[in-house]
């Protein structure tokens, strides 16, 4: 056996890069084949058009889609395209697979001599997507089948057939190095009569030293058996995976939604939907899933991002998002959109069918309803139309589709008034009157104009604006919210404006979903389908003038309007609200699931209520668990400091175990004197700029700049001049994000002296891959050392 540890170690790392790249030469070139391959394959679809037969068309659409989505995938040449390597025994069968490898997992029995030496039978290659040469021998492994498994899944303890498991890294067309794990150490194997060569300290610890940006690197070459298992779990039901700070739980999603597509293509043409907790997070990860050979099939959505139409732009203050959150808030909302129909105004009347404005010239709601029919006056009062209303709102069917049936009850209550009901005992004959006594009246303009204003189209965001008047939403919320609850809400909502066109926050934004369904939305004309310009072309919209959309048509329209999802993929879902949660649920309401998150970094303080409203979002679906327990982010010396958070927010709670350390302890640093807040300020913003500008020197990579919620833009300032290297963030947006080193201000502003505020505390300190430094004020309290002292050690319990 070749070692790493020999003074020809550079001579046989060169050999083995040399060996690797002339393999990846080989899969380009077959690459390069199959781009002409799928290019010819355009060319013949576009030909076909010309047949001008209904047969030759659908088979065009079929072939031209095939044959982009194919040529899509092969023109992107990702970073890292060829990843891995397994060398393999032979197993205990000859059984091949459809990708070309064994499909044996055990050696078989003869496959080490009793002398302990072996032969390498088979090697793998593994990388983004599965490539076959001429003969249909595997150039490449798609990481997703099941070939692939052992690479992420033997360990020194079950090495099944694999001897060595190595990491390629590459970029481009280029391999750059090599990284060996030796899993069957006492074997001395051999490669086509040559000793197995082992490069490197290890293909994990090489990966988790990488410098990080600002985007997510995916980590589909250093997935561990762990998180494997959840990877590659199947599908049905409900799958849950908790796991502490740096154990892989966003990658391990985006995993799983990349796999899940590779292995039921058709059963997931509905769509997966990954919800994460920031906008921030969306624009870190949404580049990964093409790098896994995946795209157009899943959905990244921020939580403030779920409802079309809508973003979520601006914070609410912890106590105003408490409210929000709160399952009781379902019950205002029911009221509110009941309650938005009347537009109260005590100076406003009708007088003849006309309305009367008030004095800022918006419209009241009628108080009484006056037509002419059969040549007679007739009016129904304040009562009569308010008996009507309650009993249109006395079903649960949404608002606006209660308009026909609100309709019909005033057409009732007037065919009443105007005594007509008992001129015919023939039914044929009095249901013409009937019918000419309604095209009468809905034919009169006062009737038309009354109806809009008595039962108008009420928007969700409408609603929100309605609830911004304080007086109405504290008739809608009583007995449910407290004074000050209802004054908080209303303020806060008074951003949105009497057009409902204001700012939203992440909790606005599930307010409006749930709006929307109580809501409902009329029926609105089928848009006219246009003609393809071919059809035209051969004269074919002659013999199909009303041809039906295509499959690929369809598709495309119902991805494009979809609301619901094959499978849903929550990330960090300890933080979802209750409401959020119902937001959440009616995407994936015939869907499968995956809810990843971890409850020691929680920011929403009611997890009962959480939890609830999740249990009800998930349905009667049967759940598997899993837990992740190896901090691959954080240093030892990182994660030992952060722990001693944990064991303040959440006594007995054990954090994940740190795989690596790097003798880098976490440094203090105070802010010094300033009798005024403005001079501790710009004392503050100096240090934090000073410590930013050493990291920087420090790391090859980024700098993240941890803030409480109310000194981003102050932080940003800051900042300001140093480089796209280092960014600020509130320490809410910092949830899943890593940075090479990071710099967390004031853990006394950031725990706002809560649980919550701590549990956001050690997800500050957890965000850093290399190193850390802390900066305090006289309001942290720091020790000698500079140590703030909720940093310090927890005393043991006596």
Avoid: C
Avoid at 272 to 291: D, F, H, K, M, Q
Avoid at 745 to 750: G, L, N, Y
């Amino acid at each position: 056996m070749i070692r790493d540890d020999a003074p020809r170690d550079d001579s046989v790392r060169d050999r083995e890069i040399a060996v690797e790249q002339t393999h990846l030469d080989r899969v380009y070139r077959r690459l390069e084949e199959k781009i002409g391959e799928a290019e010819f394959l355009l060319r013949d679809a576009a030909q076909l058009g010309q047949v001008g037969t209904p047969g030759a068309l659908a088979e065009r659409d079929a072939q031209v889609f095939r044959a982009g989505v194919h040529l899509n995938r092969l023109n992107n040449e990702f970073e890292d395209f060829l990843f891995g390597r397994i060398d393999l025994l032979s197993g205990k069968d000859g059984v091949k697979g459809p990708d070309g490898a064994h499909t044996s997992v055990e050696p078989a029995d003869d496959a080490v001599r009793p002398d302990g030496t072996a032969d390498i039978a088979e090697t793998l290659h593994i990388g983004r997507m599965g490539v076959l040469d001429t003969e249909y021998a595997p150039l490449v492994i798609d990481w997703r089948a099941p070939a692939a498994a052992p690479f992420y899944r033997s360990t020194p303890v079950e090495p099944g057939r694999v001897v060595r498991r190595r990491v390629i890294r590459s970029k481009g067309r280029r391999v750059l190095g090599v990284e060996d794990d030796l899993m069957r150490p006492e074997l001395t194997a051999s490669l086509g009569g040559t000793p197995l060569a082992v490069i490197g300290d290890g293909a994990l610890m090489a990966a988790l030293g990488q410098a990080r940006s600002h985007t997510m690197r995916d980590i589909v070459s250093s997935i561990q058996a762990e998180q494997d298992l959840v990877i590659r779990a199947p599908a049905a039901s409900v799958t849950h995976v908790e796991g502490g700070p740096g154990t892989g739980k966003t990658a391990v999603a985006l995993h799983r939604a990349a796999y899940l597509i590779y292995q039921d293509r058709r059963r997931y043409a509905g769509g997966i939907l990954i919800v994460s907790p920031t906008p921030l997070l969306v624009a870190y990860t949404e580049g990964v899933l093409p790098s896994l050979g995946e795209e157009g099939q899943v959905a990244i959505r921020a939580v403030g991002s779920l409802v079309d139409g809508a973003e979520a732009t601006v914070y609410d203050a912890p106590a105003v998002a408490r409210i929000k959150g709160s399952a009781r808030m379902l019950k205002v909302l029911r009221k509110a959109a009941r309650g938005a129909l009347e537009r109260s105004a005590p100076t406003v009347t009708v007088r003849d069918g006309r309305l009367t404005l008030d004095d800022d010239g918006a419209p009241a709601t009628p108080d009484r309803l006056r037509v002419v029919a059969f040549g007679r006056r007739l009016e129904l009062s304040a009562d009569d139309l308010q008996r009507i209303r309650n009993n249109v709102l006395g079903g649960t069917a949404p608002v606006n589709l209660l308009r026909p049936r609100a309709r019909r009850l005033l057409l009732d209550a007037l065919w009443s008034r105007s005594g007509s009901a008992g001129r015919h005992t023939d039914p044929e004959l009095a249901a013409e009157l009937r019918s000419s006594f309604d095209e009468d009246v809905t034919g009169e303009d006062s009737f038309i104009s009354f109806l809009d204003e008595w039962w108008p189209e009420l928007t969700p965001r409408g609603v929100l604006a309605a609830m911004a008047e304080e007086r109405r939403l504290g008739r809608w919320a009583r007995r449910i919210l407290n004074p000050g609850e209802v004054r908080r809400l209303a303020r806060s909502l008074k951003r949105v404006g009497e057009d409902g066109t204001g700012p939203l926050s992440v909790h606005d934004v599930a307010l409006l979903d749930e709006l929307q369904t109580l809501l409902g939305a009329p029926p609105r004309p089928r848009k006219r389908r246009e003609l393809d310009p071919l059809d035209q072309l051969t004269g074919l919209e002659e013999l199909m003038p009303q041809r039906e959309e295509s499959q690929r048509e369809r598709a495309e329209r119902l991805a494009a309007e979809r609301t619901e999802y094959a499978h849903v993929i929550v990330d960090e879902a300890q933080d979802l609200t209750p409401m959020q949660w119902r937001m959440v649920g009616r995407r994936g309401r015939h869907a499968t699931w995956t809810v990843v998150g971890d409850p020691a970094q929680s920011s929403w303080p009611d997890p009962e209520e959480a939890a609830e409203a999740r249990e009800e979002a998930l349905g009667s679906r049967p759940r598997r668990r899993f837990r992740l327990t190896v901090n691959y982010r954080n240093p030892a010396e990182i994660a030992e400091l952060a722990a001693r958070v944990l064991a303040r927010a959440m006594p007995g709670m054990e954090s994940p175990s740190a795989v690596r350390s790097t003798g880098v302890v976490p440094r203090f640093a105070v802010v010094g004197g300033g009798d005024s807040a403005a001079g501790r300020g710009g004392e503050l913003g100096r240090v934090v700029r000073a410590e930013a500008e050493r990291l920087l020197d420090r790391v090859d990579g980024t700098v993240g700049v941890v803030v409480a919620m109310n000194r981003r833009e102050e932080a940003a300032r800051w900042l300001a001049g140093l480089g796209d290297r280092v960014v600020a963030l509130g320490s809410l947006e910092a949830k899943g994000l890593e940075y090479d080193a990071t710099v967390v201000v004031s853990p006394a502003d950031i725990s706002e002296g809560t649980a919550v505020g701590l549990r956001v505390l050690y997800v500050a300190l957890t965000r850093a891959t290399q190193e850390l430094t802390v900066v305090s004020d006289r309001r942290d309290d720091p020790d000698a050392d500079g140590v703030p002292e909720l940093l310090r050690e927890v005393p043991a319990q006596g």
